[in-house]
């Protein structure tokens, strides 16, 4: 069993390789719902929440931050 | 019916999956992996879909209905999941750990939160759960695939768009390798 604290740790290791992966611009030239569900992504690794952000489903999603080169850290 | 005979899948696992050209080894894993039904909800591609219908007639694949019991317990989860300062876990993947711990099925995700959860969570102690790299760990390990490891899961990782953690990668790659 890992500590809350470890798991923080990791957590904040996967944001960080998320951020520095993603591509920025194509985030930014998205539509704004798209967009805030890309970020919500990159911060949280969120699939599925991300997705009803985004107004997709889970695979439709999943494409698209394939497309933002957002790796999916697990 | 042992554990190792059945396991539940999320949709977050099974739609990485389903883009590994070695995406079969899963159904030498298990003798059927449950799929709930919101799942199927979430599958759009004509690729995914063919897959998921094709081992659903093979019997690979078995579609999970929720129960009353599965649905209070896994609202329950979530419910004490989002109690720590840490990311907390949605209905979709509460829903398969409950059946983890109620019915005895491995739990296949790829979300963090899952993890997180049944590492922490009394309720849930003693729930195997699984992510890719330890099915293709276990792959490897029993030869159901064959390869350099190294190459299998850099192959995973371009497939599917997907990064497994550093230091979890290079503790499997010693045990694959006998260097531990």
């Known amino acids: ?74 | 019916m042992s554990a190792e005979a059945f396991a539940i899948a999320d949709t977050c696992f099974l739609i990485d999956w389903a883009s590994w050209r070695q995406r079969d080894l899963l159904f030498k894993l298990f003798k059927t992996v449950f799929v709930p039904e919101s799942v199927i909800k979430e599958i759009r591609s004509e690729r995914t879909v063919e897959w998921i219908a094709s081992s659903l007639a093979s019997g690979s694949l078995s579609l999970f209905t929720e129960t009353p019991d599965i649905l209070s317990f896994a609202r329950d989860l979530v419910e004490r999941s989002k109690l720590f300062p840490i990311r907390g876990i949605d209905l979709p993947e509460a829903i398969c750990l409950a059946a983890g711990r109620m019915r005895n099925y491995t739990v296949i995700t790829e979300n963090r939160g899952a993890l997180m959860a049944a590492d922490i969570l009394e309720e849930l102690s003693g729930v195997r759960v699984w992510r890719s790299l330890e099915l293709i760990t276990e792959g490897l390990r029993r030869e159901l695939i064959r390869g350099d490891p190294l190459k299998v899961l850099e192959e995973y990782e371009r497939d599917t768009g997907h990064r497994f953690p550093r230091r979890d990668l290079e503790v499997v790659l010693r045990e694959l390798r006998g260097e531990d």
């Open chain 1, 1 to 74: 069993m890992s500590s809350i604290e470890e798991w923080e740790g990791l957590e904040e290791e996967a944001r960080e390789i998320r951020r520095k992966e993603a591509d920025w611009d194509f985030i930014e030239s998205q539509p704004p719902r798209l967009r805030a569900a890309l970020k919500f992504y990159v911060e949280t690794g969120d699939l599925y929440v991300a997705s009803r952000i985004a107004d997709m489903s889970i695979e439709e999603f999943n494409d698209l931050r394939k497309r933002a080169r957002i790796p999916n850290v697990c």
